[in-house]
């Protein structure tokens, strides 16, 4: 915990535990000077990567998986925010004891987690470059999620279902949805909505803005990335092979509220891409739902608007939308219908 984190003592004490044990009973003794303590701690440190070496080389030896020993500091930003490290921008440059976060890595079989806050606010992953960001996706299984969570032991499949439509299996928001089900859409909805609000609002350059609008747009349009728009909301949307997708399921709703006339402007001005995107085998049913949805409501504003303009000519209007040919994007006219979560949440 970065947060009780002041001296070396503290962290060797961190590494007893993680082996189960403590420094009186390893009759650890640091030393009493500066060099002392550094020295032996990074013997210690050298001590437990050398039996791991030794270990995993018999497990080599009978084919099985390496065993890896891995450092997680939480609570990184309490370290950055002290008040001799606030003009400091890399691990590497801190002092002792803090150097010793990267200092464990130059060791095979040892990793290291830092773990900060993910506030747009904060946006650790810009303002600390010395540090390796993995965006990675995590959804968890309705085993998973038995074997984790005590409450949902003993769920029906449907119950789990339901619970994994609303969370995406996002760890903390099936955790926030144990806690109240009934009112997870509605409260996680407001949360990004107030987040989101709350980044454009700090953000001073309008390119910027613009920049976060666009890429907000792109993960619910499924669209790719560009190279102008690297700026985007990196709370509740990951970037993956060029694309931006959503960390759970309620960020797709307060993003359409949120970015609703950018949105509809997209749509309008990529219909053609939108359906040609809606034809490829890797897409799924519910993004061709959710595309297909956006492209009909586009074009009932669009003939609203035209309908508006010609009656006030006097002028006899044809009220039907423009036909699609929806036998060339989908097996058939009739669309995947949105789960019971999604639509009560629309």
């Not at 084919?63 to 003009?87: G, M, S």
């Not at 890595?105 to 810009?126: D, G, Y």
């Not at 074997?147 to 499949?157: F, G, K, T, Y």
């Not at 959503?246 to 053609?272: G, N």
Request: include cysteine.
């Amino acid at each position: 915990d970065c947060e009780k984190w002041v001296d070396t003592e503290f962290f060797a004490d961190a590494i007893c535990r993680s082996l189960g044990t403590t420094m009186e009973g390893l009759s650890l003794n640091l030393g009493d000077t500066e060099y002392q303590v550094k020295k032996r701690c990074q013997a210690f440190i050298k001590a437990i990567a050398d039996i791991l070496a030794g270990v995993n080389k018999t497990r080599q030896d009978l084919k099985q998986v390496p065993i890896y020993w891995i450092l997680v500091f939480d609570q990184l930003n309490r370290i950055f925010a002290r008040e001799e490290h606030l003009q400091l921008k890399d691990m590497g440059v801190l002092h002792r004891p803090f150097k010793f976060m990267k200092e464990v890595l130059q060791f095979k079989f040892v990793t290291s987690i830092v773990s900060a806050s993910a506030n747009n606010s904060i946006a650790c992953r810009e303002n600390h470059r010395g540090f390796l960001a993995f965006d990675h996706e995590t959804r968890m299984t309705g085993e998973e999620l038995k074997l984790c969570n005590r409450e949902c032991a003993d769920m029906p499949e449907a119950a789990i279902k339901t619970l994994l439509e609303a969370t995406g299996g996002a760890p903390l928001q099936v955790s926030i949805y144990l806690d109240n089900p009934v009112s997870y859409m509605q409260t996680a909805v407001k949360d990004v909505l107030r987040e989101i609000t709350k980044l454009i609002e700090e953000t001073k350059s309008q390119d910027s803005v613009d920049s976060i609008t666009n890429n907000a747009v792109n993960v619910l349009l499924q669209s790719s990335m560009k190279m102008a728009d690297l700026r985007f909301d990196k709370k509740y949307s990951l970037e993956c092979q060029g694309y931006l997708q959503e960390t759970f399921p309620a960020v797709l709703v307060a993003y359409r509220i949120k970015f609703w006339k950018p949105l509809m402007a997209k749509v309008k001005e990529s219909e053609a891409d939108l359906l040609r995107l809606c034809g490829r085998d890797d897409v799924t049913n519910d993004v061709r739902g959710r595309l297909f949805e956006l492209i009909v409501i586009s074009r009932c504003q669009m003939q609203a608007i035209s309908t508006e303009m010609e009656l006030s000519k006097g002028v006899g209007v044809d009220f039907l939308p423009v036909s699609v040919d929806a036998g060339r994007w989908f097996e058939s006219q009739n669309l995947p219908l949105p789960s019971s979560m999604a639509a009560n949440s629309l």
